[in-house]
């Protein structure tokens, strides 16, 4: 198993940045793909983007253009710089695998909110 602490989020205005950071352990890390996902005030989990171990990579059209993810593994670390955050951004967000597993328990997770 993968544990996962997310962090970075925060309180910004809208068109700030902020920059989220999820530390893994594990010795898998490298070897799977690992996703950055999203869960807004009564609205279902979603993918936001993800990496795989080539560092190819995938976002969904709202974030297209405004966040980037990318990864170290001699830091068992994944990121998401996000910029441009519009209001609608606003959500708890998770890192965890890519696809995420049945059983797999999510961590805390890291709120970020965006102001107008």
């Known amino acids: 198993q993968v544990q996962l602490v997310e962090s970075g989020g925060g309180l910004v205005q809208a068109g700030g940045s902020l920059t989220l950071s999820c530390a893994a352990s594990g010795s898998i890390f490298s070897i799977i793909a690992m996703g950055w996902y999203r869960q807004a005030p009564e609205k279902q989990r979603e993918l936001v983007a993800r990496?795989?171990?080539?560092?190819?990579?995938f976002y969904t059209d709202s974030v297209k253009g405004r966040f980037t993810i990318s990864r170290d593994n001699a830091k068992n670390t994944v990121y998401l710089q996000m910029n441009s955050l519009k209001p609608e951004d606003t959500a708890v967000y998770y890192c965890n695998r890519w696809p995420p597993w049945g059983n797999d328990n999510w961590g805390q997770g890291t709120q970020v909110t965006v102001s107008s």
């Open positions: 990496i795989s171990s080539g560092r190819s990579t």
